[in-house]
């Protein structure tokens, strides 16, 4: 079996690739344990019900007006906290990582969810603690955009 270069392993080993679990992967799609036919839903898939879906109450509302008291205590608090999805493979969009796209204005992605987040937490006087959670394939790109962006003013720690 086709070993990887160890140049590639320890690309992997810096990201928590898993030998053993690996191992156990390979030799489960080898003896056919793990394929396309074991991989699919089997059974029917149902889009939720009404009643598993509310929307938010409207503007103005009593209900309304609770939820954005109970946001705004929390975040006071600091009980509240962003994490920003930001793995991927950069398929869609060509290789290039979708985060660090300027999307409006010269702005990126990334910075428009961070800002948003930071607005949020100056408006009311508290504090969002933002994670980025990036995969190997958008970890070096999104860590030199946030460099060069001086990290849009988020404080760290």
Do not use: C, Y
Request: hydrophobic content about 45%.
């Amino acid at each position: 079996m086709k070993q990887l270069a160890s140049a590639d392993l320890a690309f992997l080993h810096r990201f928590g690739f898993d030998d053993a679990l690996f191992a156990t992967w390979r030799e489960g799609v080898r003896t056919k344990r793990m394929s396309v036919v074991n991989n699919r839903v089997t059974e029917r898939l149902l889009a939720p019900s009404a009643d598993q879906i509310r929307d938010l109450p409207r503007q103005g509302t009593a209900e309304r007006t609770e939820l954005d008291r109970l946001g705004t205590e929390a975040i006071r608090r600091g009980e509240l906290g962003l994490v920003i999805l930001n793995g991927g493979m950069a398929t869609r969009f060509g290789g290039v990582v979708k985060g660090v796209v300027e999307v409006f204005g010269g702005h990126s992605f990334l910075e428009l969810k961070i800002r948003d987040a930071m607005f949020a937490a100056t408006r009311i006087g508290g504090r969002i603690p933002i994670w980025l959670m990036n995969s190997f394939a958008t970890d070096e790109a999104t860590k030199a955009h946030l460099e060069d962006h001086r990290d849009f003013g988020v404080r760290k720690g």
